[in-house]
């Protein structure tokens, strides 16, 4: 896979959680609340779950910007961190990492 190929794949994912966060805030935002006590607290506890699951899926739409952004300045291959390149079957499982393997690990800590 090349950069368009890198770049194909992180706009169809673009799209993919852009639907996803939409389809999340219609569902948070539900009209009418229910009149039923014990209806209204499982909606409330939905409602968390739909927010971390939005929550996630915001910061997953911004990775997907960065590396985007990173191919657009030619970078898209070299860890953002210390600057080795990063192999492309591991981008090719994670479009939108902008580290390699090393960094990932020790951002994760
Ligand atoms: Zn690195």
Aim: charged residues 35%; proline residues 2%.
């Amino acid at each position: 896979m090349d950069e368009n190929d890198f770049k194909k794949k992180l706009i169809e994912l673009k799209q993919e959680v852009t639907h996803r966060i939409n389809a999340i805030d219609r569902d948070i935002r539900h009209e009418g609340m229910s009149a039923d006590w014990s209806e209204q607290a499982s909606e409330r506890e939905n409602d968390e779950v739909l927010e971390s699951l939005g929550n996630s899926s915001e910061q997953e739409l911004e990775m997907i910007k960065f590396a985007l952004m990173r191919i657009e300045e030619g970078t898209y291959f070299q860890c953002d961190k210390c600057g080795e390149s990063i192999p492309t079957a591991r981008l090719e499982l994670l479009p939108f990492t902008a580290h390699c393997v090393n960094c990932a690990e020790k951002i994760e800590q």
